[in-house]
């Protein structure tokens, strides 16, 4: 659905196991919306399906486990090389 | 509608909650609220419906308090049927955290003080130890400073936003009239009317309740009220979502409905400033991280400030005015408090003239001390 307007040197990232080649000046989201992922969290209430959507920091629906840390805003995070991330699955269980 | 039989100035916690019970007697009742960049304070609380710190000094405050959360069990029940939404009231007690034993002693002779002044009527609320505390909270670690809480069994808390939305649907479904934008500017008084002179047009009715918050500085003098109210921010914190842990609400921490730990306040006295400081933002988190240390991980989505109408006594006022019947003022920041004593009892009053048993203690007339000689 999106490909990107230009050429850049890649990077990699790694997205639920799966290495992606993501360009360094893109965020979390956009490099994931790109790639085609249909889904980076579900809800807490309901567990529906989200994915980024205001892109600017404000509707919180794109949360992911990023380097593991739950809950960040994957558009307002820039990738960097060898960064791992994950769907937010649900709400956050805090460590016993 | 220009006219109406009452008109309720002020569409914050305190007018709402007035304004539906009004409008639930069947009294044609109209709301008048200002901009949307006002300063409400009904949009940045915290939520608490809070008994064990209300009155010192005014025994009928804390009855009133108290009042007031023994009636939001069939509140929120009767909003839920009104409105269709459910405020996520919880009323299983509620703590306030005491770090040290400086604290500790402080709070004791607090309880004492309130224990002598409520005399038989009792003042329900007891200092309990850190074990106690840990086995009131079972799902979450409380920390090694944490010497203990006082306990009041008649604390609990509400979604406040949700209790504010549901206070103005379920005024408009019973079919009360709500006019944003309608700044009032002024109030005259003729043949037992009030006419009140708005950005958005006059609309007048025989009773007027001025609820507007800070708003009510400048309008009560119209009617023959004094009101002494100054402004204090208060500032808060809210974290990410994270799963049930915190199952009672603490003074200064509690763990909303949805998910997110709210962490608070400051009592500063600086004028209509409704900002931020990072310094008070740390001191708020570190204090919860030492209530609870797993919270430490706990990352803060927003904070923000608000400006809260404190009365010299930090008690409510209810008045009637004496030179204009038919005008009426109640304020307090403890909005969310009495949201149910307001929607039942004070519009009672408002409405038949049903005054609650000494309620002239309430009265603005309390600060008017002669000057000494």
């Not at chain 2, 607090?110 to 079972?138: K, N, S, T």
């Amino acid at each position: 659905m999106f490909r990107r307007l230009h050429d850049a040197a890649m990077i990699a990232i790694e997205f639920e196991g799966r290495i992606l080649q993501v360009a360094p000046h893109e965020t979390v989201a956009a490099a994931l919306l790109a790639d085609g992922a249909e889904h980076t969290r579900t809800t807490p209430v309901t567990g529906a399906p989200r994915a980024p959507y205001c892109m600017m920091g404000v509707c919180f629906d794109c949360l992911m486990e990023i380097d593991g840390i739950p809950n960040r805003q994957a558009c307002m995070t820039r990738v960097q090389d060898g960064m791992k991330v994950r769907r937010q699955d649900g709400i956050r269980r805090l460590e016993r | 509608m220009n006219s109406a039989d009452v008109i309720v100035v002020g569409g914050g916690m305190f007018g709402s909650a007035i304004a539906y019970g009004l409008r639930r007697r069947g009294l044609e009742t109209l709301i008048l609220d200002g901009h949307d960049d006002v300063l409400r304070a009904a949009r940045g609380n915290f939520g608490l419906v809070w008994v064990q710190s209300k009155g010192m000094g005014m025994q009928r405050y804390t009855d009133w308090s108290r009042e007031s959360a023994r009636l939001y069990a069939g509140f929120a029940e009767d909003l839920n049927d009104s409105a269709g939404i459910s405020i996520s009231h919880q009323n299983k007690g509620g703590m306030q955290m005491l770090l040290g034993d400086a604290e500790l002693e402080t709070r004791q002779r607090e309880i004492d003080r309130m224990r002598q002044q409520a005399g038989p009527d009792g003042y329900d609320c007891d200092i309990i130890d850190r074990a106690a505390v840990q086995d009131m909270l079972p799902d979450i670690r409380v920390g090694n400073d944490v010497v203990g809480a006082s306990f009041c069994p008649d604390d609990g808390h509400v979604n406040p936003l949700r209790l504010l939305r549901a206070l103005h649907r379920g005024f408009l479904r019973l079919g009360g009239q709500y006019r944003s934008c309608c700044e009032v500017v002024n109030i005259s008084h003729e043949y037992h009317r009030f006419t009140a002179e708005t950005s958005g047009g006059n609309f007048t009715a025989p009773k007027i309740v001025l609820a507007a918050g800070h708003g009510i500085s400048t309008l009560a003098p119209m009617v023959g009220l004094r009101v002494p109210i100054r402004p204090q921010r208060g500032q808060v914190l809210i974290t990410e979502r994270i799963e049930a842990r915190l199952n009672l609400p603490i003074t200064d921490v509690r763990q909303t409905d949805e998910g997110g730990f709210q962490f608070g306040t400051t009592e500063e006295d600086i004028g209509f400033n409704d900002g931020t400081t990072l310094i008070d933002t740390s001191r708020i988190a570190r204090r919860a991280v030492q209530f609870f240390p797993q919270l430490a991980s706990v990352r803060l989505v927003r904070n923000w400030g608000c400006v809260r109408v404190l009365t010299p006594d930090k008690c409510a006022i209810y008045d009637e005015s004496e030179s204009h019947p038919g005008a009426f003022v109640a304020t307090s920041h403890s909005g969310v408090t009495l949201a149910a004593a307001n929607a039942y009892r004070a519009a009672e009053w408002i409405a038949d003239g049903v005054t609650p048993p000494d309620f002239g203690t309430f009265s603005a007339r309390r600060f008017d001390v002669p000057a000494a000689a």
